[in-house]
């Protein structure tokens, strides 16, 4: 049983998902841990409640219901586009509220349409909060993963800047962070001679042999969540990305880049004189956006009351392009969130590319919402 009511308005709820075309779908509260802890961001991770089987398997209570869900799809070999709909408990460790609470949303898989995909999961997510709080002003804030990827390579850093800036995209703490060690880079953490020497020389079959000689000498082997051969990339990673000093003009680019927050009907023409003056190729993750934004106009959105701010990014490693949340006027509380995850379903095991796009409704929020 749960340990929590179910919100009086999730019937209704599941009628308005059923008359959007989407498909209801249960997942089990006990998940396989991994693709959890693979995927689905370091913020996740660190809230996950994880337990183990009998056999040693990691597992956890169920902390969202994107994976679940694709995972689902996969296992049961169900053929493409399809929508699902959810709504259930979901358990993670919480700084404020209940650890576990419920939430709902659509995941749409399948879909090439993807402009169109993409509108119509802010459109409902935006429709089904009027609906649930009438009256209220809603702020919807929207962000693209794919544009800022694009930026970053334009730039012509190295693979590993590329990839840790790309990492932290959406948390403005990390990524500052990473861009003053861009400007000023810091030396790294000194190791032993032995170490520095084979690192220095690029003997890497050395290095790897020393690293497991050391991890079998001090019992670290039998725990070690890395071999020694990744550990001995990531010394090298550090050792190269350590000497790597971006240029002034990259810098300052990538910092205009990122504070550009304006209305979404003025977005695309923004970015498209930011990349002429830059001299950066976005290629198709501005094609793409520009797409997006004419299939929200043609659905009736007020773009001129979305925000399109290019550093807003949401904390989950899976989202590949458009990046959305809806939010009360004046209140700090998310009350849904969610964008486009085209890699994930081929990283969970599909066999062929799966574009998907979704979003997810915090129920606790929407209820306290409704209480006011």
Same mark, same amino acid.
């Given at each position: 049983?749960?340990?929590i009511n179910?919100?009086?308005?999730a019937?209704?709820?599941?009628?308005?998902?059923?008359a959007?075309?989407?498909?209801r779908v249960?997942?089990p509260?006990?998940q396989?841990? =991994?693709? *959890?802890?693979?995927?689905?961001g370091?913020?996740?991770?660190?809230?996950i409640?994880?337990?183990?089987?009998?056999?040693?398997?990691?597992?956890?209570?169920?902390?969202? *219901?994107?994976?679940?869900v694709? @995972? &689902?799809?996969?296992?049961t070999? #169900?053929?493409?586009?399809?929508?699902?709909?959810y709504?259930?408990?979901?358990?993670?460790?919480?700084?404020?509220? +209940?650890?576990e609470?419920?939430?709902?949303g659509?995941?749409d898989l399948?879909? #090439?349409?993807t402009?169109?995909?993409?509108?119509?999961?802010?459109s409902? +997510?935006?429709? !089904?909060?009027?609906?649930l709080?009438?009256?209220?002003?809603?702020?919807?804030?929207?962000g693209d993963?794919a544009?800022f990827e694009?930026v970053?390579?334009?730039?012509?850093?190295?693979?590993?800047?590329?990839?840790?800036?790309?990492?932290a995209?959406g948390?403005? #703490?990390?990524?500052?962070?990473l $861009?003053?060690?861009?400007? &000023?880079p810091?030396a790294? %953490?000194?190791?032993s001679?032995?170490? /520095?020497?084979? $690192?220095a020389?690029?003997?890497?079959?050395a290095?790897v =042999?020393?690293i497991?000689?050391?991890m079998e000498?001090?019992?670290?082997?039998?725990?070690a969540s890395?071999?020694p051969?990744?550990?001995a990339?990531?010394?090298k990673?550090?050792?190269?990305?350590?000497r790597?000093r971006?240029?002034?003009r +990259?810098?300052? $680019? @990538?910092?205009?880049?990122?504070?550009?927050?304006?209305p979404?009907?003025?977005?695309a023409?923004?970015l =498209?004189g930011?990349a002429?003056?830059?001299?950066l190729? @976005?290629g198709?993750a501005l094609?793409?956006?520009? +797409?997006r934004v004419?299939?929200?106009?043609? @659905?009736?959105?007020? $773009?001129s009351?979305?925000t399109?701010r290019? =550093?807003?990014?949401?904390p989950l490693d899976y989202? #590949?392009?458009?990046?959305?949340e809806?939010? /009360?006027?004046d209140?700090k509380a998310v009350?849904a969130?969610g964008?486009?995850?085209?890699?994930l379903? %081929?990283l969970?095991g599909a066999?062929q590319?799966?574009?998907?796009?979704?979003?997810?409704?915090?129920l606790?929020? !929407?209820e306290?919402?409704? &209480?006011?």
């Open positions: 049983m749960p340990l179910m919100p009086d308005f019937a209704s709820l599941l009628a308005d998902f059923a959007r075309g989407a498909t249960d997942t509260v006990i396989p841990a =991994a693709p *959890f802890l693979d995927m689905a370091e913020d996740l991770r660190r809230r409640f994880l337990t183990e089987s009998e056999t040693g398997e990691s597992l956890c209570l169920r902390p969202e *219901f994107t994976i679940p694709c @995972l &689902s799809h996969i296992e070999a #169900t053929g493409t586009p399809k929508r699902y709909a709504l259930g408990e979901v358990f993670r460790q919480r700084r404020e509220g +209940a650890n609470f419920y939430q709902a659509i995941e399948g879909e #090439t349409a402009a169109r995909a993409d509108a119509r999961a802010v409902d +997510a935006v429709g !089904i909060l009027a609906q709080l009438p009256g209220r002003v809603l702020t919807i804030t929207l993963q544009v694009a970053v390579r334009a730039l012509g850093l190295p693979g590993g800047w590329q990839k840790r800036l790309i990492q995209f948390d403005s #703490t990390h990524l500052n962070q $861009l003053e060690d861009l400007a &000023s810091k790294v %953490t000194a190791q001679d032995e170490v /520095e020497a084979l $690192l020389n690029g003997d890497d079959a290095l =042999a020393l497991a000689a050391r000498e001090t019992g670290y082997s039998s725990n890395r071999s051969k990744e550990i990339a990531r010394l990673e550090n050792r190269a990305l350590a790597t971006l240029e002034g +990259a810098i300052l $680019l @990538l910092r205009e880049f990122l504070s550009l927050e304006l979404l009907d003025e977005a023409g923004a =498209a930011f002429d003056a830059a001299g190729a @976005l198709s094609e793409h956006f520009e +797409a004419a299939a929200m106009a043609r @659905l009736g959105l007020n $773009l009351g979305m399109y290019a =550093a807003f990014g949401r989202y #590949t392009g458009l990046v959305f809806v939010a /009360e006027q209140a009350l969130g964008g486009r995850f085209d890699r379903l %081929t969970l066999q590319p799966i574009p998907a796009v979704g979003f997810s409704l915090w606790d929020r !929407i306290t919402a409704r &209480s006011r």
